[in-house]
């Protein structure tokens, strides 16, 4: 008989504590389909790390230091006696005030990624004992044996076969990866090391992508990704709670919602799910009776595709405004723009020019990234030698997410008539028939979604 060959992703809300924990190693054992576990940190760990690492005063450090040992000994405190485990909790919390000691003297992005990988350690490192507790064989794995990056602190890169290699060198194995074994290997998601062995970090949320990554390296058959919501909504359920669940979507447009802003996923998870054409489910922990959403190929969606199927915000983006005259029918100008904002490591994400500007959109969300830290003085000097620069911040970013969205009538007239009453900064419609979107104020952004929904998904 044939069996799946189940990776199983928990988010921070589904390790947040002793209880959360339970609830999500009774999901891995009701499964016997499962044999690998990637976790995050438990919920607001990784933000009193990163905070850490950005260097705080003696008083402020100790308040963020003992947070953290609160949750793990909350966690702790309901686990048998283990002398073993204790210490190496310990170790690790010693370890940290350590590495923000000398972040308050000098930070670095290889420092933050060092400090915020010790979330997902703990995390792990406790989820194994309580596997333990419930009888069910568990080993704990360091996922930063197999997964190698390049050395961009914050947002590395994978290097695809050397992780297969490396899994196929350290996980495959493992007898208790047999699908006849009843088993279970943890490890975390979100961290990795690059050539010299040196933890990176690969962004914020990318403990998804770390379960697609092994999932691909392993030969997976499914990806589940157990978070705080029953699956994939038309819209975040927070901002319109008519929202609705959806049963199955397809790679493209679940693509395209996590690249628009919708954190049920990691923008990266689905790219090692496609290439191997790897299924995702996506429910929650806390209700995993209550189904959840399939991510599949389009050859496998039973249902039609439609034209509209779901709204994504996304905050903290910046507007660049660049002008100058030598524009007008000159040749080589958005060449030596994008030059420069290439060499300081600057991704564009959307594009509109006229006869004398560009204007163009920076995404400042994820780890270590933010407006101030990507626009530096030195790129603006160089910015002017070629063009006026004008920045505005504070938008956000709507999407539209749906299927032949270019060539179905009446979309814009559908869509911008209902936004008569809101100032649209920039548009992009047409360069993807899975997506129109815009820019507009953040503290517009809520409004313009309920709006948008009410008329689109609701009527």
Same mark, same amino acid.
């Given at each position: 008989?044939?069996?799946?060959?189940?990776?199983?992703?928990?988010?921070?809300?589904?390790?947040?504590?002793?209880?959360?924990?339970?609830?999500?190693?009774?999901? @891995? $054992?009701?499964?016997? %389909?499962?044999?690998?576990?990637?976790?995050?940190?438990?919920? /607001?760990?990784?933000?009193?790390?990163?905070?850490?690492?950005?260097?705080?005063? !003696?008083?402020?450090?100790?308040?963020?230091?003992?947070? $953290?040992?609160?949750?793990?000994?909350?966690?702790?405190?309901?686990?048998?006696?283990?002398?073993?485990?204790?210490?190496?909790?310990?170790? $690790?919390?010693?370890?940290?005030?350590?590495?923000?000691?000398?972040?308050?003297?000098?930070?670095?992005?290889?420092?933050?990624?060092?400090? @915020?990988?010790?979330?997902?350690?703990?995390?792990?490192?406790?989820?194994?004992?309580?596997?333990?507790?419930?009888?069910?064989?568990?080993?704990?794995?360091?996922?930063?044996? @197999?997964?190698?990056?390049?050395?961009?602190?914050?947002?590395?890169? =994978?290097?695809?076969?050397?992780?297969?290699?490396?899994?196929?060198?350290?996980?495959?194995?493992?007898? +208790?990866?047999?699908?006849?074994?009843? /088993?279970?290997? @943890?490890?975390?998601?979100?961290?990795?090391?690059?050539?010299?062995?040196?933890?990176?970090?690969? /962004?914020?949320?990318?403990?998804?992508?770390?379960?697609?990554?092994?999932?691909?390296?392993?030969?997976?058959?499914?990806?589940?990704?157990?978070?705080?919501?029953?699956?994939?909504?038309?819209?975040?359920?927070?901002?319109?709670?008519?929202?609705?669940?959806?049963?199955?979507?397809?790679?493209?447009?679940?693509?395209?919602?996590?690249?628009?802003?919708?954190?049920?996923?990691?923008?990266?998870?689905?790219? =090692?799910?496609?290439?191997?054409?790897? =299924?995702?489910?996506? /429910?929650?922990?806390?209700? =995993?009776?209550?189904?959840?959403?399939?991510?599949?190929?389009?050859?496998?969606?039973?249902?039609?595709? !439609? !034209?509209?199927?779901?709204?994504?915000?996304?905050?903290?983006?910046?507007?660049?405004?660049?002008?100058?005259?030598?524009?007008?029918?000159?040749?080589?100008?958005?060449?030596?723009?994008?030059?420069?904002?290439?060499?300081?490591?600057?991704?564009?994400?959307?594009?509109?020019?006229?006869?004398?500007?560009?204007?163009?959109?920076?995404?400042?969300?994820?780890?270590?990234?933010?407006?101030?830290?990507?626009?530096?003085?030195?790129?603006?000097?160089?910015?002017?030698?070629?063009?006026?620069?004008?920045?505005?911040? &504070?938008?956000?970013?709507?999407?539209?997410?749906? %299927?032949?969205?270019?060539?179905?009538?009446?979309?814009?007239?559908?869509?911008?008539?209902?936004? &008569?009453?809101?100032?649209?900064?920039?548009?992009?419609?047409?360069?993807?028939?899975?997506?129109?979107?815009?820019?507009?104020?953040?503290?517009?952004?809520?409004? +313009?979604?309920?709006?948008?929904?009410?008329?689109?998904?609701?009527?």
């Amino acid at each position: 008989m044939n069996r799946s060959f189940i990776i199983a992703k928990f988010g921070g809300t589904s390790v947040a504590d002793y209880p959360a924990m339970v609830n999500s190693a009774n999901i @891995v $054992i009701a499964n016997p %389909n499962v044999k690998v576990v990637v976790l995050s940190a438990s919920a /607001g760990v990784t933000n009193l790390l990163v905070a850490l690492a950005e260097g705080r005063t !003696p008083d402020i450090r100790q308040q963020h230091l003992a947070k $953290i040992k609160q949750i793990q000994d909350n966690i702790l405190e309901h686990l048998p006696e283990n002398p073993q485990l204790q210490a190496d909790i310990d170790n $690790i919390l010693a370890n940290i005030a350590s590495l923000s000691e000398a972040a308050s003297l000098a930070t670095s992005p290889a420092l933050t990624d060092e400090l @915020v990988s010790h979330g997902e350690i703990m995390s792990s490192r406790l989820f194994v004992e309580i596997l333990k507790q419930l009888h069910y064989d568990a080993i704990w794995f360091d996922v930063r044996k @197999v997964m190698r990056t390049d050395d961009k602190f914050g947002k590395a890169i =994978p290097k695809i076969e050397e992780i297969k290699q490396l899994c196929c060198a350290h996980l495959k194995s493992l007898d +208790i990866l047999s699908l006849d074994q009843k /088993g279970i290997v @943890v490890t975390q998601g979100f961290i990795g090391s690059e050539s010299s062995g040196k933890t990176t970090t690969l /962004g914020r949320g990318g403990s998804d992508y770390t379960a697609a990554l092994l999932g691909e390296a392993l030969n997976a058959t499914q990806i589940d990704i157990w978070t705080d919501v029953a699956g994939i909504y038309t819209t975040d359920p927070r901002i319109a709670p008519a929202a609705k669940r959806i049963d199955e979507i397809s790679f493209a447009e679940a693509a395209e919602m996590a690249t628009f802003g919708a954190k049920v996923l990691h923008p990266a998870t689905l790219v =090692p799910a496609v290439r191997s054409n790897i =299924p995702v489910f996506v /429910g929650s922990s806390k209700a =995993p009776q209550a189904g959840g959403t399939m991510v599949y190929n389009t050859g496998s969606i039973t249902s039609t595709l !439609p !034209p509209f199927r779901a709204l994504a915000l996304r905050r903290k983006q910046t507007l660049l405004t660049l002008t100058s005259l030598n524009m007008l029918y000159a040749q080589g100008f958005l060449a030596n723009v994008f030059a420069i904002l290439a060499k300081h490591n600057i991704s564009v994400d959307l594009v509109t020019t006229s006869e004398v500007s560009v204007a163009l959109t920076i995404d400042t969300t994820g780890t270590n990234t933010d407006g101030n830290s990507l626009l530096t003085k030195a790129l603006f000097d160089e910015l002017s030698t070629v063009c006026h620069v004008d920045v505005q911040e &504070d938008l956000a970013l709507v999407a539209i997410i749906g %299927n032949n969205i270019t060539s179905t009538k009446g979309v814009a007239k559908e869509v911008f008539g209902a936004l &008569d009453d809101f100032c649209i900064r920039l548009c992009c419609y047409g360069a993807s028939t899975h997506n129109a979107c815009f820019l507009v104020q953040n503290s517009d952004a809520d409004a +313009i979604i309920k709006l948008l929904h009410h008329h689109i998904f609701e009527k």
